[in-house]
Every structure is written in structure tokens, then in C-alpha cells.
């Protein structure tokens, strides 16, 4: 029972996070039909970011989530007009392959910069915990699921309720009907990817805490923003949420199932992401649009 | 209109095509070229720079030093890099293209078990001998091939030293809880210390693995955490190392050692971690405490070759230099004994290789690994490595059990 609830925490834990990474991710997707592979770079160099404001000017992490939200943000932005609007129009495997170029161009730029060192962002509190019921909670991941929430709500928010946020949507809906409507939209596309860039960079800020920096270290969390967002469904912040926290917690009850195939005996924790695809699939058939998707017309 | 931009291209790939050397450039110009495909980026990509340093290093000295001599004539040496990503795949087409476009006489190793395992392939199936100090698993050398030779002590013996260690405290750790990552090295290094343990009357009370590609273990720490055992170990890499001992203290997990069989010995765990990497110990290839006198040719004692490495490379030597140099100086050894550059003669030398360096022996048994080396065990303390098993070479003494996190 207490390794239950204990597995029952470490899943929401972990799956805020993986929730904070998708929803960038999602965003660039599901509103502009970009599969960003740049997307764990982005999220590396908002990790390096904070280490760097860390290490040098001891910055404390949580402090520099807005830094990296607007540098990234700034970034993406910037790659998006200059860039990626120069193929707006080509097949979607151009516009991929930029994506994955730009990603290994700053996957070694940031190992020239940085070298391939391991890096940590070890805060005079990390690791503290407190104990209710015979679970442990960490400060720090408890934070970090807190301010991914937080995130989450504030972008839900803005997407619905400012002129920019609804603009994105009509977008997103109609590319032809919203510019008739006076909207902008190589704008409003610079914008989603910059947001995909800065949430990306605020994904980098939080893993910063619990996990090493180094240059390779967004690509394992791209393939988990792609499979979050499948799970939660395209395109909307509740789906990266849900799908986040329904991949967190399959992951942790997984680790802890064992069973045997005839005479082979099989542990589940090396199977983490197999069960998790497993998931994944049966949602799929179940529900094709994901967990929160809306059939699209 | 279209067409002349392409048109250009095509030409200008043509006019590249021709001007690139055809035909052997092995050797040319009185140079033994070596050829390596390694971690330069991806997962593994600190070990990997480790690895070319360690190669690097044997280079510079051997071209300073007038070169190695085979049957009279004397050779500069060369090493032809790639970068593999640290894709297992991606490292056997390179060693592929190594061999075939690039025409290097031999190979030196990649970083890891994985790579080191899909490039002794090619190296078998092209007939090049390949020397590595990075691939400990022992499945690379239970495949029959002629042509691949390891420096290092196999992946099962890498947490012995740690469980020998803690066995001969007072009163001796009973329990033993392992967690390691899926690759091959890994499940090598956690099934030797089980064994270890199974053998040696200390109780394997957890035993279990999580993906390579891990980006969360709390789970895992809470399974072995309700064990409660002696002794904690991980086998895995640098970067769960990290993650591992992360999320120990996270969760509070109280041990009276805790042992990685990679992390410890490269400054970046402790760097990284700050105190809490104080008093973990780490299985190691080789430290700069050991006491081998070397045979001549190469820097003779572990302390020369660290000096050696902190004038060059500024950070303090790892084993991950010391295995990677190693795997060169069977070559230099290897060549000079066959007095030939001809791989079937160099292949044969490096099969009756025996020879004492800084780094330990090297000697192969019929499988091509070097069972003749022992490992040693470093503990970091107040931030520095020391090494503290076996108690010959140790410059310091175990710190044991180990405080309370937050007394570090």
C-alpha cells in the first residue's frame, strides 16, 4: 500500500514535467502542423541557461524560469520568421528536415560552448524532503509540478481569453477565414513557435533540477513529447496535461510489475517505455484523437 | 534556370569526388594511420571526449618521441576520427568507412560496450585488428572474433571491489540492493556483483533495471529504498549516475555505502553534485594511485601519465584516459614485436602480448580480454578522489558506514 502511494506521487512528480514538455510541443503541432524536432534542443539550451545564471551569478532556478521563457522565446521567434516561414509552402519534409538541422546545429554549438561535461544544477535545498504518511515528497519536484500547473493554467488562459491567444486559435482553425479576419498570420506563427521555444526553455529550467545538462540530453524528452501528445490529444494545453500525468504515472506503477511468461521471469522496470507505448496504443484505439482531442473536420 | 544551380552542384560534387586521395592512403608518407569512431556527441559524449584525449595524448608523445619502429623504419602515427553519436549502428558504418574509404591499417575502439560490440563485427569481417579500452562487456569477446582485443577487466568485475571492500569492514555490509540501466555493460556489471554477492554470503535483497533512456528512476529508488540494504549499487553510466544519486537523496534513502561502477571517478559527478557526491565509491579501470613500473616507450608510472594529462587537457586523469591510452600501447607494443605493419602479424602480437605499462598489464586471454588486471575502488572525499581498495595501491582509507545526507 505504501509503495503504491509512494509510486502514485513519483508518477504525478515526474509526469508535470513531461506535461511541461509536451505542451510547447503540441502547440507548434497541433496549431501549425510542425513536427519541431528542435524541440529537445530548445529544451537543452533553457537547461544550460539556467545552469550557466546558476553557476556563475547563482541565479536560483525557479528565478530563471521568465529568463529562459523570453530568451527562448525570443529564439524561437526569430528561427520561426527567418527561417522556417522561407519554406511555409514547401511538403512537410522540408520544413522537417529544417527542424532537425536546426536542432544538431545547436546541439554542437552548445558542445562547443559547453564542451560535452556533464552538468548540475545542485541548489543548497535539492534533494530536502518531507515525509506524510510514509511517502516521500521532494521540495523541488513538488515545485516543479506546482509551477508546471501553474504554466499550464496560464497558458490555458491566455489562449482563450486574450485578443493574441484567440488569434492563434482562429488560426489553427481556419488559416483562410482568419485572415480575412485581419489576422496576421506569419505573425501569429512567429509567435507559436516562439512559445513552443520558450515553454521548451521553461521544460529545460525545471529538468535542470533533477537531471544531468549536457548537450545530448533533449532527445529523450522529444520522444516523450511526442508520445504525451498523441496520448493527450493535439493541439490542447489540457491534453499535454492530462497526457503528461496519465505517462508519469503508467511509467512509476510499471517499474514496479513483475510477471512470468512461462519460464521467463520479466521485470517491468526495464519495460517502462514499452509499457507506456502499450498505453498508448490501447488509447489510440479507443480514442484515435487522444485523451482530449476534439475530431478535427 | 532551374537547372544551372544544380547543375553546379552536381559539378562541384564531381570535381570534390575526384580531388578526394583514391586508392590506400594508409601508411603514406611513413604514417600508421589509426582510424576511430567515437562518442563525440549524444549520450556518451563526455566519455567519448575521455577517450580521445587518452588517445590523443599516446599520439602527440609517440610523434615527439621519433615515432614507433617497425623492421628498421621508423612511423609516425595518425588517428582518423569519427563522430558516432553514440549510435551502435552509426559506429560500425563508420568503422566501415574507416576501413574502406579511409584505408586506416587499425582500429581503436569506441566509447562503450554497444559500439565497441558492432564495430569488433566489421573489424572481424574486414580482417583489421581493433584495440579497445572502452568495451568491458563480455559478450563482445564470447563471439569467437580473432580480430578485437580489450584492455580493460571485464564489466562483471566492476562492483567486486566495492562488495570485497564493505565485506572486510567491521561489522561487514550484509545486504546488497543493485539497480542498473538495460544496456549490455550494465546488466553485465549488476549480474557479476550478484553473483559476487550470491557467492560470497551477502544477501541480494534488490536487483532490478530500468531503460537507458531513463529520465525519471523515483520509482525504482522507492522499490529498493523498501528493501532497505547494506550496501547500494548502480551499474550504469555517467548520466543515471547523476540521476541516480539525485533522486537517493530525494527520497532519503539511507545506505552505509553507496557504489556506481561509472560516475564517481569522473570530475563531473562531483562537480555536479557538490557534497552530495561526498563519500559515494565508484569501480575504476585504473587511478593514479596505482604502482605499476611501465616498460619503456610511454610514460612509466600512473603519476607521469596523470602530470602528462593535466599539462595537456587541465583536468585531473580519469581511467577512461588511462584505458583509452592503453588500447594504443598494445599497438605500439603489438607492432614492434611483429616488426610489421601486415594485420595478420600484428594481429598475432597483440594475441601474445604481455606486457606491465602505467596503466597495469595488458595481456589477453584466448578471447581477447584482459583477465590479468585487477580494478580498484575510489571513494570521493571532501571532494576528492582517493583510492581506497585494494589496500596495496590505496593512498587513503575507506570512509565507512557513510555519514547522513545533509552531513556530507
New interface residues.
Given amino acids: 500500500m505504501h509503495l503504491f502511494a509512494q509510486d502514485l506521487v513519483n508518477g504525478i512528480l515526474a509526469g508535470g514535467i513531461l506535461a511541461v514538455v509536451a505542451l510547447g510541443f503540441s502547440l507548434v503541432w497541433g496549431i501549425m502542423n510542425i513536427i519541431n524536432l528542435a524541440h529537445g534542443a530548445f529544451l537543452m539550451l533553457g537547461a544550460y541557461l539556467t545552469y550557466q545564471l546558476f553557476a556563475s551569478f547563482h541565479v536560483d532556478p525557479f528565478l530563471s524560469l521568465p529568463i529562459s521563457f523570453v530568451v527562448l522565446f525570443a529564439l524561437g521567434y526569430l528561427i520561426q520568421t527567418y527561417l522556417i516561414n522561407w519554406v511555409a509552402r514547401a511538403p512537410i519534409l522540408t520544413i522537417f528536415l529544417l527542424t532537425f538541422g536546426l536542432s544538431l546545429l545547436m546541439v554542437n554549438i552548445a558542445l562547443i560552448v559547453w564542451t560535452g561535461d556533464q552538468r548540475g544544477v545542485t541548489t543548497a535545498y535539492s534533494g530536502a524532503n518531507f515525509t506524510i504518511a510514509d511517502v516521500t515528497v521532494p521540495w523541488t519536484k513538488l515545485f516543479t509540478l506546482l509551477a508546471a500547473l501553474a504554466i499550464t493554467g496560464i497558458m490555458q488562459l491566455w489562449l482563450t481569453r486574450s485578443k493574441t491567444g484567440r488569434a492563434i486559435r482562429a488560426t489553427s482553425m481556419d488559416i483562410g477565414a482568419a485572415q480575412l479576419s485581419g489576422v496576421r498570420v506569419a505573425h501569429i506563427y512567429a509567435i507559436v513557435y516562439g512559445l513552443g521555444a520558450g515553454l521548451a526553455g521553461v521544460a529545460g529550467t525545471l529538468i535542470s533540477l533533477s537531471y544531468a545538462v549536457n548537450p545530448g540530453m533533449g532527445d529523450p524528452f522529444l520522444i516523450k513529447a511526442f508520445v504525451v501528445c498523441v496520448l493527450g490529444g493535439l493541439g490542447s494545453v489540457e491534453g499535454a496535461l492530462i497526457g503528461g500525468l496519465v505517462y508519469g504515472i503508467v511509467e512509476a506503477f510499471a517499474t514496479q510489475l513483475d510477471f512470468t511468461i512461462g519460464t521467463q521471469h520479466i521485470s517491468g522496470s526495464g519495460l517502462q517505455d514499452a509499457i507506456a507505448l502499450v498505453v498508448l496504443l490501447i488509447v489510440l484505439i479507443v480514442r484515435p484523437t487522444g485523451i482530449m482531442g476534439k475530431a478535427t473536420a | 534556370m532551374q537547372l544551372r544551380p544544380i547543375a553546379a552542384l552536381g559539378a562541384l560534387i564531381l570535381a570534390a569526388g575526384l580531388a578526394a586521395p583514391s586508392g590506400p592512403a594508409a601508411a603514406a608518407g611513413d604514417t600508421i594511420v589509426f582510424g576511430s569512431p567515437v562518442s563525440?556527441?549524444?549520450?556518451l559524449?563526455?566519455e567519448?571526449?575521455l577517450t580521445q584525449e587518452g588517445y590523443e595524448l599516446w599520439k602527440n608523445y609517440v610523434n615527439a618521441h621519433g615515432g614507433i619502429k617497425v623492421g628498421g623504419k621508423t612511423y609516425n602515427v595518425d588517428i582518423k576520427y569519427y563522430d558516432d553519436e553514440?549510435k551502435n549502428d552509426t559506429s560500425a558504418q563508420l568503422a566501415e568507412r574507416l576501413i574502406d574509404q579511409d584505408h586506416v591499417n587499425f582500429l581503436l575502439g569506441p566509447y562503450g560496450s554497444g559500439t565497441s560490440f558492432t564495430v569488433a563485427q566489421i573489424a572481424e569481417r574486414k580482417k583489421i585488428p581493433m584495440v579497445e579500452g572502452n568495451g568491458a562487456a563480455e559478450k563482445i569477446f564470447n563471439q569467437g572474433f580473432k580480430y578485437t582485443f580489450g584492455v580493460l577487466s571485464p564489466a562483471r568485475r566492476y562492483l567486486e571491489g566495492i562488495l570485497q571492500m564493505t565485506k572486510a569492514q567491521k561489522p561487514p555490509a550484509q545486504t546488497v540492493g543493485i539497480t542498473a540501466a538495460?544496456d549490455a555493460f550494465s546488466q553485465e556489471v549488476a549480474q557479476g556483483a550478484a553473483a559476487w554477492a550470491n557467492a560470497n554470503g551477502m544477501k541480494v535483497v534488490y536487483n532490478?533495471?530500468?531503460?537507458d533512456?531513463?529520465?525519471?528512476v523515483?520509482?525504482?529508488i522507492?522499490?529498493l529504498k523498501?528493501t532497505n540494504p547494506d550496501v547500494i549499487l548502480n551499474a550504469g553510466h555517467?548520466?543515471d549516475a547523476?540521476?541516480v544519486q539525485?533522486?537517493l537523496?530525494?527520497?532519503?534513502v539511507m545506505a552505509k555505502a553507496y557504489g556506481y561502477s561509472v560516475g564517481p571517478d569522473?570530475p563531473?559527478?562531483a562537480?555536479?553534485?557538490?557534497k552530495?557526491a561526498n563519500d559515494v565509491f565508484g569501480g575504476a579501470q585504473w587511478s593514479d594511485a596505482v604502482k605499476y613500473k611501465g616498460a619503456p616507450g610511454f610514460y612509466q608510472t600512473a603519476q607521469e601519465y596523470a602530470k602528462a594529462i593535466d599539462a595537456a587537457y587541465h583536468h585531473r586523469a580519469d581511467y577512461h584516459n588511462a584505458e583509452s591510452t592503453a588500447a594504443c600501447l598494445a599497438f605500439q607494443y603489438a607492432i614492434q614485436k611483429a616488426g610489421s605493419l601486415d594485420t595478420e602479424k600484428v594481429r598475432d602480437a597483440l594475441a601474445k602480448l604481455d606486457v606491465t605499462t602505467f596503466y597495469g598489464i595488458i595481456k589477453f586471454d584466448s578471447r581477447g580480454i584482459n583477465l590479468y588486471k585487477p580494478m580498484v575502488v575510489n571513494q570521493i572525499q571532501n571532494g576528492r578522489l582517493t583510492t581506497v581498495w585494494p589496500a596495496l595501491t590505496a593512498d587513503g582509507k575507506p570512509k565507512y558506514p557513510a555519514p547522513p545526507?545533509g552531513q556530507r
Fill in positions: 563525440l556527441t549524444g549520450s559524449t563526455k567519448g571526449h553514440s538495460s532490478n533495471k530500468y531503460p533512456t531513463a529520465t525519471d523515483s520509482s525504482i522507492s522499490a523498501a555517467l548520466q547523476l540521476l539525485k533522486g537523496k530525494e527520497q532519503n569522473t563531473d559527478f562537480s555536479s553534485l557538490g552530495d545526507w
